[in-house]
């Protein structure tokens, strides 16, 4: 179709990105499900030797649930909530974005080339990937940092593979789980969900299931598959450094709008001091990082784990505090 010899397919094109654009950079919505299907790619390679360890564990777990830490026993160190410091410029030295990585471990061809990238990441390992254990350890060793991207219960009937939180779980269960989860992930300082978009909601549930890793020390990152999570507020209450995501960068799996969303989190990074986007290793993902990170370098952006952020957020609410803002 022309309109005065003009062609009108770069204005529909430029639509369909800016759609895809906004699907992927919110999260939300849509995002809950979607995100969710996208992970049941990755999260049906079931594994049975996890599937037993579980097992063990559960049964063999002591017949008391672990308490809550005390406050004396808390990581003093927990950061304030976001809403609590927002405004504070926290990166005097540069805008920072963290990239997250999920489902590691699984496809092994795609994690190697995801820890190729030539920028630091957080790596987020499935415990259960036939590869995990091996690549955790090649990820930490080319200066990665690395967390176990743990599955928890989505509403609807999308599978978040073996091992997963459930709803309805005692305390018992759900930690035993997690510790199983954590021995596949060597050098974890930290983790994230995978799904449990039913499960988040649950604070009650968050907490029990976060208590040993508060006391181990571990940070928590919200991926935030539901609007409606309250898990980072739970691990707070235990003590454990907290964020959540601010970008799914492959919401939409097409390089448009991959692209578009990285260059909200460069905006959101420049504009608030930080900024935490997820994605996942699939071709479209990797093929547009690996062409968008050196000019993202280049422009300044600098590029840090997730426990970078939260040791600059620390920093930040108490330099304004000692300035008495």
């Known amino acids: ?14 639509l369909a990105a800016a759609l895809a654009f906004m699907l992927g950079a919110a999260g939300f919505g849509l995002g809950e499900a979607a995100h969710e299907a996208m992970d ?5 390679n079931s594994i049975k030797s996890f599937e037993n360890r579980i097992r063990e564990r559960v049964v063999n777990a002591a017949p008391a649930p672990a308490a809550a830490p005390s406050p004396a026993q ?11 410091i927002e405004g504070v410029p926290i990166a005097p030295s540069g805008p920072m974005l963290a990239i997250v ?12 080339r995801t820890l190729a990238l030539p920028v630091p990441l957080t790596a987020a390992f499935l415990p259960y990937g036939a590869a995990t254990s091996a690549l955790a350890q090649d990820a930490a ?13 989505p509403q609807g009937e999308a599978d978040p593979g073996p091992g ?13 789980r997690l510790a199983a989860a954590l021995e596949r992930v060597p050098g974890a300082v930290g983790l994230n969900n995978h799904m449990g978009s039913l499960v988040t909601r649950d604070a009650g549930a968050m907490r029990a299931a976060l208590a040993p890793a508060a ?3 571990l940070y928590f990152l919200d991926s935030v598959t539901t609007p409606g999570s309250r898990a980072a507020a739970a691990a707070e209450g235990l003590g454990m450094a907290a964020l959540r995501r601010d970008v799914f960068i492959d919401h939409a799996d097409d390089p448009a709008a991959i692209r578009a969303a990285l260059d909200a989190a460069e905006r959101l990074a420049r504009e608030r001091g930080f900024a ?14 690996e062409d968008w990170l050196p000019g993202a370098q280049a422009r300044g952006l600098r590029f840090v784990a997730v426990s970078e952020v939260i040791a600059a957020r620390r920093a930040a609410t108490v330099r304004t505090a000692a300035l008495g803002e």
């Open 1 to 14: 179709m022309n309109t005065g010899g003009k062609s009108l397919a770069p204005v529909f094109a430029g």
């Open 164 to 176: 997963a939180l459930l709803a309805g779980q005692g305390p018992q269960e759900m930690q035993a």
């Open 215 to 217: 006391m181990q020390g």
């Open 74 to 84: 808390r990581n003093t160190d927990a950061v304030t909530a976001p809403a609590r």
């Open 40 to 44: 049941q790619e990755s999260g049906a």
């Open 141 to 153: 060793a080319r200066g990665h940092e690395v967390i176990l991207h743990m599955p928890m219960q």
């Open 101 to 112: 990585i999920d489902d590691l471990g699984v496809d092994a061809a795609r994690s190697e």
């Open 276 to 289: 935490v986007a997820i994605g996942h290793p699939r071709e479209a993902t990797l093929s547009v990082l």
